[in-house]
């Protein structure tokens, strides 16, 4: 019985692009082999952490939705949440992706941020 593989992505620099694509897990070719038909992936993400690695706070900002979209109401974790010089922010849940959802956003300051996650991919 095939069960859900935990995936982990980043750590990745989040730039002033607030609508930079970070996570999506759409598979482009669904070819397989004969006799059976391949689906779309979903992704379960669990844990997002955020660092600061600069001496000053640094907002983020976080959407769930279209891809290079950030549409008012798709808002995601945080909306200019801070994080404080030289510390994180963490994040918990189980908050499914299927292969039309984007996890998109970006930080109010070049780089200061570096965001990594983990979570779940199995098929949908």
């Given at each position: 019985?095939?069960?859900?593989?935990?995936?982990?992505?980043?750590?990745?620099?989040?730039?002033?692009?607030?609508?930079?694509?970070?996570?999506n897990?759409?598979?482009?070719s669904?070819?397989?082999?004969?006799?059976f038909?391949?689906?779309?992936?979903?992704?379960i993400?669990?844990?997002?952490?955020i660092?600061?690695?600069?001496?000053?706070?640094?907002t983020?900002?976080?959407?769930?939705g279209?891809?290079?979209?950030?549409?008012a109401?798709?808002?995601?974790?945080?909306?200019?949440?801070?994080v404080?010089?030289?510390s994180?922010?963490?994040w918990?849940?189980?908050?499914?992706?299927t292969?039309?959802d984007f996890?998109?956003?970006g930080?109010?300051?070049?780089?200061?941020?570096?965001?990594?996650?983990?979570?779940?991919i199995?098929?949908?």
């Open positions: 019985m095939a069960s859900n593989k935990i995936f982990t992505f980043g750590p990745v620099a989040l730039t002033t692009t607030l609508t930079t694509n970070i996570l897990g759409n598979v482009t669904l070819a397989g082999p004969v006799g038909t391949l689906t779309q992936p979903l992704i993400l669990r844990h997002i952490r660092v600061n690695k600069t001496a000053s706070a640094a983020f900002s976080l959407w769930k279209a891809t290079g979209a950030n549409t109401g798709t808002e995601f974790i945080g909306n200019a949440l801070s404080p010089a030289n994180a922010f963490d918990y849940g189980a908050v499914p992706f292969s039309t996890f998109v956003g930080s109010a300051t070049a780089t200061a941020l570096t965001i990594q996650g983990e979570g779940e199995g098929v949908s």
